[in-house]
């Protein structure tokens, strides 16, 4: 935390200072220079208008660090204002830094992120929005009931209208009868509902945000681990912090050794990236991701949307 030298430290020097016999304060204080730890900088300090006493250029330029000062100024005279770099917010659209590593934890350098796609606004209602299409469009809608004509039976009228003291009835293939016709039953259809393209493409890069907000989403180098021995991933897994569910993503299809791997744990999954979606990315809790399945949904995010 820097520290600057206050007025009223300043106007305990102005007698000297008003003088301007000195045209740099370093030459002016040398012993205050070395003890204190005052920085002054040689090119700002010529850069002072001409006819200006020195005191601006002492005023502007001379800095004190909390190591440098030791306690020999007041407190009062010190200003106590901490110097703290902003925190990031969410929804600003700006490029995120991520480290990338492998199933190994080795270090593979790092990965820009981009905004648009990594560090959007939050919006819930656009996730559940299309949480609930991709619900509707799974289901396979091969319900069927049969109709009064679909029934087998005879269609001749069971007995006479009047004389038998029963019921009128004029067929056996009603819904009233054992084996008979559903009325207004189900038939086959498809329950998908209707939703723009730019709305699901904001739900899945709300859902990526909110996993990269969240510290969730990992960036491997590549996807290749050394067998297809299922306790490899195991205790893969074992080492990430806080992880209960993983999603995989690859950029390409899965290789055949991933798939054997991970076929028989309930608890990690793998995708290829053409088949992310949102729905998944709320399934886990992690997400893993290969730079090739970044540069996928990158680009799938940045192509135009055909109408």
């Known amino acids: 935390m820097a520290l ?46 001409k006819g200006w006493s020195s005191s601006y250029a002492y005023r502007r330029l001379s800095t004190l ?42 270090e593979k350098g790092l990965m820009v992120l981009p905004g648009d796609v990594f560090d959007v606004p939050i919006r819930k209602d656009i996730v559940h929005r299309v949480v609930l299409w991709q619900l509707a469009k799974r289901q396979q809608g091969t319900h069927s009931t049969k109709t009064i004509s679909e029934v087998s039976g005879t269609g001749r009228k069971p007995w006479n209208q009047k004389g038998t003291g029963r019921a009128r009835h004029g067929t056996l293939r009603g819904p009233q009868f054992r084996g008979g016709a559903t009325m207004h039953g189900p038939k086959p259809r498809s329950h998908a509902i209707k939703l723009n393209k730019k709305v699901r493409r904001l739900g899945l890069k709300v859902a990526l945000t909110a996993r990269a907000a969240e ?64 729905y998944s990315i709320l399934q886990h809790d992690t997400l893993v991701m290969s730079r090739d399945a970044i540069d996928k949904i990158v680009e799938r995010m940045h192509t135009p949307i055909n109408r």
């Open 215 to 278: 510290g969730k989403l990992l960036v491997f180098e590549d996807l290749e681990i050394p067998t297809h021995k299922t306790k490899n991933i195991v205790n893969y897994v074992k080492q990430m912090e806080n992880t209960k569910k993983v999603l995989v993503v690859d950029g390409g299809p899965i290789s055949d050794k991933l798939k054997l791997a991970t076929q028989n744990i309930h608890y990690v999954n793998v995708l290829p990236s053409i088949g992310l979606n949102v």
């Open 65 to 106: 660090t909390p190591e440098s000062s030791g306690g020999a100024f007041p407190s009062d005279l010190l200003s106590k204002k901490p110097v703290v770099a902003s925190e990031h917010k969410i929804g600003n659209y700006q490029d995120l830094v991520i480290p990338v590593t492998n199933f190994h934890n080795e």
């Open 4 to 49: 600057s030298v206050s007025r009223r430290l300043l106007r305990s020097f102005g007698s000297v200072l008003a003088s301007g016999s000195y045209d740099s304060p370093s030459i002016l204080y040398p012993s205050f220079r070395a003890s204190h730890g005052v920085i002054f900088s040689s090119e700002e300090s010529s850069a002072v208008p």
